[in-house]
């Protein structure tokens, strides 16, 4: 009986430290360099990170814009 409550604890305590925030969201992106600089004056890898970037900051009520293709 022991064995089974220590197994228990053991699934739990993996389970608590596993788990991923709400707001975090997987967003695989190509590693391609083709940078494009957001209206915040950062340069992100490419359109792909910029959008993950957008997303993330409009979740908190903000904008993010695209400024132009090439580097800040």
């Known amino acids: 009986m022991k ?7 053991l699934v739990l305590a993996i389970c608590a430290f596993n ?4 707001s ?12 494009v600089c957001g209206s915040n004056l950062v340069t992100y890898s490419n359109r792909c990170e910029f959008e993950c970037s957008k ?3 409009e979740r908190s009520g903000r904008s993010l814009g695209l400024a132009r293709s090439g580097p800040c």
């Open 3 to 9: 064995f089974l409550h220590l197994i228990l604890a």
């Open 19 to 22: 788990t991923q925030p709400a």
């Open 24 to 35: 975090a969201e997987l967003c695989p992106c190509p590693r391609n360099y083709d940078p």
């Open 55 to 57: 997303r993330e900051v």
